[in-house]
């Protein structure tokens, strides 16, 4: 099994920045991949960032140049470094790890953007 903790959201004005975390626990192999996504009321869970355990990263349209995903595989550790932050982000965020052939998630962490 996998847990999967993340923490860091919160309420933030528009421009604002923030920085998920996602800490892993559990029996995780070396070789995973982790990503965020998202889900805002009333929309589908959407990808965000994802990250391969060798640091290959893949993001959203609407997160490129403003969101930076990284990992920390010392600590089985995730973020979501999140800038220029727009009231269209506003969402719960999800952290997703991919190991022994399953699907873990996270409970999620609310990230509210006021305009």
């Known amino acids: 099994q996998v847990q999967l903790v993340e923490s860091g959201g919160g309420l933030v004005q528009a421009g604002g920045s923030l920085r998920l975390s996602c800490a892993a626990s559990g029996s995780i192999l070396s070789m995973n991949g982790m990503g965020w996504y998202r889900q805002a009321p009333g929309k589908q869970r959407e990808l965000v960032a994802r990250?391969?355990?060798?640091?290959?990263?893949n993001y959203a349209d609407f997160v490129k140049g403003r969101f930076t995903i990284s990992r920390d595989n010392a600590k089985n550790t995730m973020y979501l470094q999140m800038n220029s932050l727009q009231s269209e982000d506003t969402a719960v965020y999800y952290c997703?790890?991919?190991?022994?052939?399953?699907?873990?998630w996270g409970q999620g962490t609310q990230v509210t953007v006021s305009s």
């Open positions: 990250i391969t355990s060798v640091g290959i990263t």
């Open positions: 997703k790890m991919t190991t022994w052939g399953r699907d873990y």
